[in-house]
Structure formats: structure tokens, C-alpha cells
């Protein structure tokens, strides 16, 4: 379902085209390509425990988040690549994750783990295997990279790296898009605020003792979205830029990945 935004980013009314590339983040999608890109906000880490996996949704696509034996996050694909039972229902244990249905033991790369005193070493990764997504987990958040390729450095963000004292951090749920959830605060509270490629806002207080803001508005499918709100006193300087161009850096590096796209697909019909 298509809306349209109102001037906010800068135009009186956006064309349906490029509102459909702006707000669909599904697989294959530019803007979801765009995402995917970016390390983006997965879970707090006060809701992962050691034992207990946690579904979550990114982009459209229903994976996994549990803890390996060292304490660390994976996330893999939801369904197991065997007969598509719900790993909501898996156990976790040493080495990853294990399927109730058949036993399939899923390490935190999404392979399966077959053990036995025949094979070399007492196990093998199988290459069958759910997709997977590397994590890191700092300032109270999992993070995820979806994107193709090694993932990038982690932003050096201070309120995730080093997070001030006075720092609080909330995850809330928004059955709306990711961009109407970045227009969706009342425009005194975005005056002076920041976009920050490619689903950011942040805002930043007076250095006497205003709170500050970041807004991390990732997208759950096409409709709906979650609000990592992190709010902090003290000065935590983030690059970007007006909030009213957004829209416009928005569909550049949409452009610009379509270009890609196109560069790609020319090249693989002249071989």
C-alpha cells in the first residue's frame, strides 16, 4: 500500500514511483539493498538470553537471534532448512542451535553440524544450511549486517562505543513505514535535527545539559518498523545532514545502486 509524504523532505508531494523506491525494503529492493548495506539495530541485548532463542523480523525476512556458548549473538534464517520448522522452538546448545524436529544442530554461521567419532576431528560443517547474518553487540544493542560481501567497520558512533553516563536506550514498535516513523515526531521536537544515511535521525543537545537523541527507525517489512530510541545528556557529535534532504540523499544512493545494478547486468550479457 503506496502513501505519499508531505513536504518535510523537501517536496511538495513525492511521485508514486519514487515512493514505492524509498519505503519498499524487501529483498531485491534498492532501498532494501541500501539497508542491507548499513549495519542496522536487530535486538536490545536485555532480550536475548544464554538458553532461549528470539525471532525477529528485518527487511521482510523472519530469521533467528540466539546466543552462542561464549555469550555471543547469531543470527540465522527462522526455518529450518530441512522440513521449515520453526526454530523458535530450537534448543540451544553448545555449537549452535538444534532443531526439535530432526536434531539438525545449526552452528552460528547457519551450517550444519554433524558429529561422530567417525568423522576427523568428531564433526563437519555440512555446506547445507540456513542464510546468516554476522552481529556485534555494544552500547545495549545487537547489531546485524545484511549486506553482501565482508561487512564493513562499525560506525564509531560515541553513544554505542562508549555510552555517556546518563544514557537510556527503548525499542518500540511502529505500524508504519520506516520514513513516516522518521516524519512522525511533531516538528519542534526535529528542529535542528540531523539525517544520517540511511534511516537515522539524531539530535543534539545544548552542551549545558540538553538531552540529546538518536532515532534508529529499521524497517520489520514494508508496513511497519522499530524505533531504537537511545537518549543521552552530554555532547556525542554525529555527522549529517539537514533533515529536509534527506529525501533527496535518500533516492541518490537508491540512483546510485541502481546504476550498479544496471552496470552489473550489462556486463553479465556481453559475456
Known amino acids: ?12 508531494m513525492i511521485a508514486q514511483e519514487e515512493n514505492n523506491l524509498l519505503t519498499r525494503t524487501g529483498r531485491g529492493t534498492p532501498c532494501g539493498e541500501l539497508m542491507r548495506r548499513h549495519w542496522q539495530p536487530a535486538a536490545l541485548s536485555e532480550e536475548l538470553t544464554a538458553d532461549k532463542p528470539l525471532p525477529v523480523t528485518l527487511f521482510g525476512e523472519e530469521l533467528i537471534l540466539f546466543r552462542d556458548d561464549q555469550g555471543n549473538p547469531a543470527l540465522i534464517g527462522r526455518y529450518c532448512a530441512h522440513q521449515g520448522v520453526d526454530m523458535i522452538y530450537g534448543r540451544v546448545e553448545p555449537g549452535g542451535i538444534r532443531c526439535m524436529y530432526h536434531g539438525w544442530l545449526f552452528d552460528n554461521c547457519g551450517k550444519v553440524v554433524v558429529r561422530g567419532d567417525w568423522l576427523p576431528g568428531g564433526e563437519q560443517r555440512m555446506s547445507v544450511g540456513q542464510p546468516a547474518y554476522p552481529c556485534l553487540e555494544t552500547g545495549g544493542v545487537i547489531l546485524t549486517y545484511m549486506g553482501p560481501g565482508e561487512a564493513p567497520a562499525l560506525p564509531a558512533y560515541e553513544f554505542l562505543v562508549k555510552p555517556p553516563a546518563r544514557f537510556a536506550l527503548t525499542k ?10 522518521i516524519l512522525r515526531a511533531d516538528k519542534p521536537a526535529l528542529n ?9 535521525v539524531a539530535h543534539q543537545g545544548a552542551p549545558s545539559g540538553t538531552e540529546s ?11 511497519s518498523h522499530e524505533e531504537f530510541t537511545f537518549r ?10 539537514l533533515l529536509s534532504a534527506g529525501y533527496q540523499v535518500l533516492l541518490k544512493a537508491i540512483d546510485e545502486i541502481l546504476t550498479q545494478r544496471g552496470s552489473l547486468e550489462s556486463a553479465a550479457k556481453d559475456l
Open 192 to 200: 535542528g535535527a540531523k539525517f544520517v544515511m540511511p534511516n537515522l
Open 172 to 181: 518500540v514498535r511502529g505500524d508504519e513505514n520506516y520514513l513516516q516513523g
Open 232 to 241: 543521552y545528556f552530554g555532547e556525542s557529535p554525529i555527522a549529517g545532514g
Open 213 to 223: 537523541w538518536v532515532r534508529w527507525h529499521v524497517p520489520l517489512d514494508d508496513n
Open 1 to 12: 500500500m503506496g502513501f505519499k509524504l508531505a513536504s518535510e523532505f523537501g517536496a511538495a
